[in-house]
């Protein structure tokens, strides 16, 4: 490389990287929201059920 | 859950922001390195990346300091999200070195010292992770998981200085112009300025990504105490 002229041809590598990073912090987001969603559904399930259990 | 406080939803805003304006000024405002080209861009967010996982480890440490004095459990929330930020940045740093080592170092991987310790340190912290499942009782895993933090911690300045300790191929950035380095490359005043700004992103990100990991962590613990109710009665 340090006879070169030019710089080299790194595109492809560059691209890989930007995938990753943008991917994984996109994905980590995206668990975040599943999680919360989930948990949101989980917290209703349970206040509905603990008034049916005190009328019974 | 209770709603999204304004200051989260002003801070969430304003990092993304900041996070477009960073990768414009990482893929178009620094100039092309002029031997390694392209993928020489990788480097500012490889590095952030890095230093937003030894922040996160620094937090959990402070925060398993504090549990252990006031035995308030807020603080192993804290410490927890913050490991879990830790590990997702520094899995960012360790993919995207690989990917800018195989050009340039012409291969994914090598028992250098700071890939090796870098590596450790992220599979200690995802034991961390792992191992407080293992463990029912709340105040025994908060405990478990401080003394964890605060030993595990013993792996960041291990990894942060294992390239001035030990000899190694990887690039000191800051402080030093080792010609064994491979990958090495003086930066112009317009890289520095992406680079920075890069540091000072990916802070934002943390702190917002740590104010919503910790909201999540609160609403899993008040699900947990629901169905603890529940079966009590």
Request: no cysteine.
């Amino acid at each position: 490389m340090l006879l070169q002229s030019a710089p080299a041809d790194t595109t492809s590598y560059m691209l890989i990287g930007f995938t990753l990073i943008f991917g994984t912090i996109g994905l980590y987001v995206l668990s975040l929201y599943v999680r919360s969603r989930n948990l949101e559904k989980d917290l209703a399930v349970l206040t509905e059920v603990e008034p049916r259990r005190d009328r019974d | 859950m209770s709603a999204t406080p304004r200051g989260l939803k002003i801070l969430t805003w304003v990092t993304i922001a900041l996070f477009a304006l960073a990768s414009y000024a990482v893929l178009i405002y620094a100039p092309r390195e002029a031997v390694m080209g392209d993928v020489q861009r990788v480097f500012y967010f490889h590095v952030a990346a890095g230093w937003v996982g030894a922040l996160a480890f620094l937090v959990a440490v402070v925060a398993a300091v504090v549990y252990l004095i006031t035995k308030n459990r807020q603080w192993d929330t804290v410490g927890l999200s913050s490991i879990e930020i830790g590990v997702v940045f520094t899995l960012i740093n360790i993919v995207t070195g690989s990917v800018w080592a195989r050009p340039i170092w012409n291969t994914w991987w090598t028992w250098d010292p700071r890939l090796v310790t870098a590596t450790v340190m992220e599979l200690v912290y995802i034991a961390y992770l792992m191992l407080r499942q293992g463990i029912d009782d709340p105040d025994r895993r908060a405990r478990f998981g401080a003394v964890y933090a605060i030993i595990g911690f013993l792996s960041v300045p291990l990894t942060f200085l294992s390239i001035r300790i030990f000899r190694t191929i990887h690039p000191v950035v800051i402080g030093s112009n080792d010609p064994g380095a491979e990958g090495t490359f003086d930066m112009t005043a317009k890289m520095l300025q992406a680079f920075l700004f890069s540091l000072f992103t990916f802070t934002f990100i943390y702190a917002t990504l740590l104010w919503h990991r910790i909201r999540l962590q609160r609403q899993a613990e008040r699900v947990e105490l629901e169905k603890a109710r529940l079966l009590a009665d």
